[in-house]
């Protein structure tokens, strides 16, 4: 059970609340996985974890503009989920799913 602020009331111990950690998460993704891609391509991050989780990102949002990457920033990720990134090229196509069910720690992880 959620309240407002995103905390966890356990039920067996009506009393004790679990507030899980929430930080930022900064993915690169190379150009060249998405393809043709254009001013209309989106990035979405999902998590059916609870608290669920769902952030929309464009290559309006990228860091670092001109190279070969998008380096994303997701705000308000809970560390303790699983994460999945579907990306939809802008063009008409279907979208891909560049990754599905990766944890926190798997993603923070990347070189």
Known sequence: M???NNSFILPSHGSHVFTPDVTT???RIPLAAIGDHNEKTTFKLTST????YEKILT???DLIEGDDSAELMFP???TNGKFTLQI???NGKSPITLFKEKSFSE???QK
Request: no cysteine; net charge negative; glycine share 4%.
């Open 25 to 27: 998460l900064v993915l």
């Open 49 to 52: 974890d609870e608290p669920k």
């Open 59 to 61: 290559l309006k949002d």
């Open 76 to 78: 308000d990720v809970y």
């Open 88 to 90: 939809d090229p802008g």
């Open 2 to 4: 959620t309240n407002t």
């Open 107 to 109: 993603l923070s992880n």
